[in-house]
């Protein structure tokens, strides 16, 4: 099952301040910050090619719940498509975010999301799990910190929420595409604070895109951080991944 989609969805970015753009993506990386070495990089873009037709085993949950899908930076809601099924087959009641593809915060689309979230809890009759990957674990982990009675819980897949925000390889293409520096997001928050609810972050030693530690963070920042041994692109659909994924669902934080 999924939401229905938002009326206004996010449009791509209007590429008007090139100039702009390209000197913030110029910019130099902070000494000592740094993102996973080139050979996990370069093992995302192996990743894209033709995969084996694997399924997660999915196992009837006793705690059905509504779900949101939050997806990463550039993607697309049908990249997590199977994460979705996988869900309805265990039970829960997945739903989209609604808004296409994600090309970065604005105060609009936040402002949807928090709107999005606060129907869905009303008509489901609960709070709602968000499971966001990478940027959309930033989005989770913010939207449950304004709406802390809408939210069971937030998982988190490859976000990096803990550091420095150049700690990975995707920060110079965030900044060409939102045209605002990866630090100064037009939607202001502490992304290492945690949120009020409970929260378990995914992470992976074999991703490419996002360094561990930022996306593993540090007690105190999160309740439980949960090793999946995986790339970045494969937080979207890996069945190991979806098998975590539901057993974080089931279990008590």
């Known amino acids: 099952m999924t939401g229905g989609q938002a009326s206004t969805r996010q449009s791509a970015p209007r590429f008007s301040s090139w100039t702009r753009r390209a000197e913030l993506a110029r910019q130099p990386r902070p000494e000592g910050v740094n993102g996973p070495k080139l050979p996990l990089f370069l093992a995302e873009f192996r990743a894209l090619g033709p995969k084996r037709n694997r399924v997660a085993t999915v196992a009837v949950t006793q705690q059905p719940q509504p779900v949101m899908l939050l997806p990463g930076f550039g993607a697309h809601p049908m990249r997590m498509r199977p994460m979705l099924r996988a869900l309805a087959a265990a039970g829960h009641r997945p739903h989209e975010w609604g808004l296409g593809f994600n090309f970065g915060p604005t105060p609009e ?28 674990g930033l989005f989770a982990r913010e939207i449950a910190k304004q709406r802390p009675d809408a939210v069971s819980r937030v998982i988190t897949m490859g976000t990096p929420f803990s550091g420095d925000p150049r700690n990975n390889n995707a920060w110079r293409a965030y900044e060409l595409v939102t045209g605002h520096a990866v630090d100064a997001p037009p939607v202001p ?27 593993c963070g540090w007690p105190g920042e999160r309740d439980r951080a949960v090793a999946v041994r995986c790339n970045h692109l494969g937080f979207a659909n890996d069945p190991r991944v979806i098998a975590e994924v539901l057993r974080q669902l089931d279990a008590e934080v």
Do not use: H
């Open 109 to 136: 689309n936040f402002a949807y999301l928090l709107k999005r979230l606060a129907n869905l809890a009303r008509t489901e009759g609960q709070p709602v799990a968000l499971i966001g990957w990478s940027l959309g």
């Open 189 to 215: 928050g502490d992304f290492a604070e945690k949120p009020p609810v409970p929260t378990i972050a995914l992470w992976s030693p074999r991703d490419g895109i996002i360094s561990p530690r930022s996306a």
